[in-house]
């Protein structure tokens, strides 16, 4: 397998669709694959107004590849973290939204990858994990950060302790994915979201991405302030006047009620 194989990259419209490739490793993070990774995500950023990052084979991501960590030195391995973290922020905190489509296994570094998107579609098969604790190593692609202000740090410290698996409809409601669809539909539901994302306003969606996690970490009154200058560059732009005319002459679509 080539390093272009090992992740794979198709741009469908102007949504971005990224394969993990490794199924024979359950796509185990492999420093050819993180690599590979940054240099999909970073195009992504380039040439696409959403992406959807999913996994060949049974299952999603079987986290960090374990072969080649038992060999690394403790400054290799600080380094290796820290690569992933850069890596996970272009994804996070890049210009475009990231959607996951989970099935299988998405466990360790795999959910650190899934906790670097910004919706995750989980199918019914899906099962969440951390056994960190019970492999003797801790989490260190922004795990620490993300798991843990996603579903709690009782609940992460529970999944790192014990090696506990989560499902699905139990990791919804811990907040680790935002929808469970039916076994085998995860891919196309996620795509079919990345591009309704695709079509907002881009300062919306760039406002939406990058304001709501920095306001998060913010003192109440500091976000409220923040968010009042956000509102007012987000509404005053071109694109802004055209969609909000569009809605006043009803020429722009009405919300569709709740599907459940
Ligand atoms: C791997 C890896 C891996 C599979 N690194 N090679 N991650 C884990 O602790 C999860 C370890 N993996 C598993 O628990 C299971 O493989 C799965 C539940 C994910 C899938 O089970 P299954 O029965 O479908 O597959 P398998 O037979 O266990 O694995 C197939 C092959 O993939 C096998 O190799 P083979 O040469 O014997 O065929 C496995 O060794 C290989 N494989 N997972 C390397 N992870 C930045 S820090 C992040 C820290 C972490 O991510 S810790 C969590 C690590």
């Not at 999909?40 to 959807?52: D, G, L, M, N, S």
């Not at 079987?62 to 994804?91: C, M, N, Q, Y």
């Not at 989980?122 to 202000?149: M, Y």
Request: aromatic share 6%.
């Amino acid at each position: 397998m080539t390093d272009s194989d090992i992740v794979l990259y198709e741009l469908d419209g102007n949504v971005a669709i990224i394969t993990l490739n490794r199924p024979e490793k359950r796509n185990a993070v492999s420093d050819r694959l993180i690599e590979a990774l940054g240099t999909v995500v970073a195009r992504a950023q380039k040439e696409a107004k959403a992406a959807v990052i999913c996994g060949e084979g049974k299952h999603f991501c079987a986290g960090l590849d374990l072969a080649e960590h038992v060999k690394r030195s403790p400054i290799e391995g600080v380094h290796h973290s820290r690569l992933w973290h850069a890596i996970f922020e272009t994804i996070e905190g890049g210009a475009i939204p990231f959607f996951s489509a989970l099935h299988g296994a998405v466990v360790g570094g795999g959910l650190e990858l899934a906790a670097s998107t910004h919706i995750r579609v989980a199918d019914s098969s899906t099962f969440f994990a951390l056994p960190e604790g019970t492999r003797g190593i801790f989490v260190g692609g922004g795990g620490s950060v993300k798991v843990g202000r996603l579903c709690g740090v009782a609940r992460m410290t529970d999944m790192m302790l014990t090696g506990r698996t989560v499902s699905a409809e139990l990791g919804e409601s811990w907040n680790l994915c935002q929808y469970v669809v039916p076994e085998g539909t995860a891919r196309d539901f996620a795509i079919d979201l990345a591009r309704k994302a695709a079509q907002n306003a881009e300062m919306s969606n760039y406002a939406i991405l990058q304001a709501l996690p920095r306001i998060a970490d913010m003192a109440r009154s500091d976000g409220l302030f923040v968010e009042s200058f956000v509102a007012s560059m987000t509404q005053t732009s071109p694109e802004a006047e055209e969609r909000l005319n569009a809605f006043l002459t009803k020429k722009a679509a009405r919300l569709a009620h709740p599907d459940r």
